[in-house]
């Protein structure tokens, strides 16, 4: 499903038009963006919570040069859905 799959199905379920679900849709991406580069998380109940994970630095290797290379510690985006949202895909959707 794309963004422009979800905005279609908002503005049929709601009645409103595109161009305002889209706004809306957007607004809200560059907010949790805008929170998590702030270092905020954000939690939303029922759905789940954009995280900040930390990973650790290591050691990794350049095999064409056949050289090891520390990468540094740093942050990522990450998404933690809710155990009510686990559960629901979980007892919905067959295993492939």
Partial sequence: MTKADIVTRISEKL???????????ESFMEEVKTSLENGDNVYL???????IKTRAEK????????????????NIPAFK?????????KSNVQVK
């Fill in 15 to 25: 009645g409103i038009e595109k161009g305002d679900v889209q706004a809306t849709v």
């Fill in 45 to 51: 109940r029922g759905f789940g919570s954009f995280i």
């Fill in 59 to 74: 050691t990794g290797r350049n095999i064409s040069k056949n050289t090891t290379i520390k990468i540094p510690a740093h």
């Fill in 81 to 89: 859905p809710a155990k009510v949202f686990v559960e629901g895909v």
